[in-house]
């Protein structure tokens, strides 16, 4: 896979704009953009090509003039499926900043953190029967439903922060059984947690592995959570220009490989709705709001840094 990385600019503070260029799955139809209402439909066009637009008419305009610092634009090609091989890879080579951008939805608004990923897979036995006399066995679909609900009632299910009423826990896949006739004596299921900032990941899978001593559990992904500072110098610059709110976001993005290195990392995009789903759209408007807000910022990033 390949990333495209530009930069116009030099010196302090180093500004990384990050986009992502591809989209999830969609029907044929969703790839045929169209504009309503001041709205641009399609696929992407939220979550997030409408970002990467405004972001690189904006490079082109802040290379007609360079601005007073470093600004470095990462467009990369597999965030939706996990970022390893695009952002995670320019990190690990070096391409961060003093603060990191990245266009994901938000509808102008600035989130600061973002949940932790858990991805794990969870193997629960049974005792195989033939199907006319199931009382014979123990079907491991029952037990991996009964595992499940274990794992729910956890009281670190129960706990909450400013921005997040709770930890996310859904239950993503399951596999089981091999034909009618028999009791299942195996079931598989892929478990999905979005832990909060604050929360430990291996004290959480120590306890899912206590409460469940019979089942066999793996680790499919983990991520860190992001939990970028309101006052730091430049996201609070960042909210003078957009006269917004600070948030946080259920889903991950690829803020968690800058935060990772320390680096203060935001998500901050355009307006619209229904990314991932039918009659995703984005507002044209919002597109040159967003490109100024972003400009506004960069061209004035060493004005009346005392009176933030």
């Not at 030099?10 to 591809?22: A, S």
């Not at 947690?193 to 499919?220: F, K």
Request: proline share 7%.
């Amino acid at each position: 896979m390949k990333s495209i990385v530009a930069s116009v600019g030099t010196g302090t503070p180093v500004i990384v704009l990050n986009g992502h260029l591809d989209v999830v799955p969609g029907l044929p139809e969703d790839f045929e953009p169209h504009t309503e209402d001041g709205k641009l439909f399609g696929r992407g066009s939220y979550d997030m090509l409408g970002a990467v637009a405004s972001m690189m008419v904006l490079m082109a305009e802040l290379a007609k003039t360079a601005p007073a610092c470093n600004v470095v634009l990462t467009l990369v090609p597999d965030e939706e499926s996990g970022g390893e091989a695009g952002t995670g890879h320019l990190v690990k080579r070096g391409f961060v900043g003093d603060i990191a951008i990245c266009g994901e939805p938000t509808n102008l608004n600035i989130a600061i953190q973002a949940k932790g990923i858990l991805q794990l897979i969870v193997k629960v036995p049974g005792v195989a029967a033939h199907g006319s006399r199931p009382w014979l066995g123990r079907n491991a679909i029952f037990q991996a439903l009964e595992s499940y609900r274990t794992i729910a009632s956890l009281n670190v299910f129960e706990e909450s922060t400013p921005f997040f009423d709770r930890p996310s826990l859904n239950l993503a896949k399951i596999s089981a059984g091999k034909v009618f006739n028999q009791v299942p004596d195996s079931c598989v299921m892929g478990i999905d947690i979005r832990y909060l900032p604050g929360q430990n990941p291996d004290e959480l899978l120590n306890r899912i592995r206590t409460s469940l001593p019979d089942a066999e559990i793996y680790v499919h992904l983990q991520g860190s959570p992001v939990d970028t500072p309101p006052d730091n110098v430049w996201v609070r610059k960042l909210r003078r220009y957009a006269k917004t709110d600070f948030f946080g976001q259920d889903g991950s993005a690829d803020t968690r490989f800058y935060a990772e290195q320390g680096v203060p990392a935001v998500e901050f995009g355009p307006s619209g709705a229904n990314h991932h789903g039918p009659d995703e759209y984005v507002e044209i408007r919002s597109l040159f709001e967003y490109k100024e807000i972003l400009k506004k910022f960069i061209s004035n990033i060493k004005d009346d840094e005392d009176e933030i």
